[in-house]
T-cell receptor, first 115, second 113 residues
Framework: DTEVTQTPKHLVMGMTNKKSLKCEQHMGHRAMYWYKQKAKKPPELMFVYSYEKLSINESVPSRFSPECPNSSLLNLHLHALQPEDSALYLC??????????????FGPGTRLTVL | KQEVTQIPAALSVPEGENLVLNCSFTDSAIYNLQWFRQDPGKGLTSLLLIQSSQREQTSGRLNASLDKSSGRSTLYIAASQPGDSATYLCAVTRRGGSEKLVFGKGTKLTVNP
């Protein structure tokens, strides 16, 4: 299995809702990433998990809360989002974070709309 | 601060043409460079990864080169097809932070039948 899967594909939520995005990979990768991508822009890194520990938080607002329950799963919990948080949220994974192991493989993304 | 630039921002070619996409980066202290393809509203597909010690990588009709000293990479697509239409992104990982990709803004390629 050489795939990164993400659910749901689309999500519409109100500003008071709580929802979660899910990401899964079965490639034995030990690093997982969350990115945010606005239209016609490149992806922006949000969080990096390495061996199930948060290694990078790119000063992301606390209304986004990542979780890595095990080496195959990565969640992004959403609460009290703003309309400007509407974007494509991409998950990626790599074997590791060293230069020889950091080739990243991306999932299809979750299209999030905040009303 | 590492900056990645891709020129042109958009490119339209007839089917069958060979083409080159350009990527430049300001800090030559990179670990590697990765080329991706992105279809509208979809995730990124990894095409090629070149380590800083390598000069080029090939996969099928794609060939990516890297000149680290001049801060440049090119993606060569041979015999382009309408199915190659997509946005192509390059990204580098810098020394001191190999888990962080710094992306260019991409080149939107349209191959006309």
């Amino acid at each position: 299995d050489t795939e990164v899967t993400q659910t749901p594909k689309h999500l519409v939520m109100g500003m008071t809702n709580k929802k979660s995005l899910k990401c899964e990979q079965h490639m034995g990768h030990r690093a997982m990433y969350w990115y945010k991508q606005k239209a016609k822009k490149p992806p922006e890194l949000m969080f990096v998990y390495s061996y199930e520990k948060l290694s990078i938080n790119e000063s992301v607002p606390s209304r986004f809360s990542p979780e890595c329950p095990n080496s195959s799963l990565l969640n992004l919990h959403l609460h009290a989002l703003q309309p400007e948080d509407s974007a494509l949220y991409l998950c990626a994974s790599s074997q590791g974070v060293t230069p020889s192991s950091n080739e990243q493989f991306f999932g299809p993304g979750t299209r999030l709309t905040v009303l | 601060k590492q900056e990645v630039t891709q020129i042109p921002a958009a490119l339209s070619v007839p089917e069958g043409e060979n083409l080159v996409l350009n990527c430049s980066f300001t800090d030559s202290a990179i670990y590697n460079l990765q080329w991706f393809r992105q279809d509208p509203g979809k995730g990124l597909t990894s095409l090629l990864l070149i380590q800083s010690s390598q000069r080029e990588q090939t996969s099928g009709r794609l060939n990516a080169s890297l000149d680290k000293s001049s801060g440049r990479s090119t993606l060569y697509i041979a015999a382009s097809q309408p199915g190659d239409s997509a946005t192509y992104l390059c990204a580098v990982t810098r020394r001191g932070g190999s888990e962080k990709l710094v992306f260019g803004k991409g080149t939107k390629l349209t191959v006309n039948p």
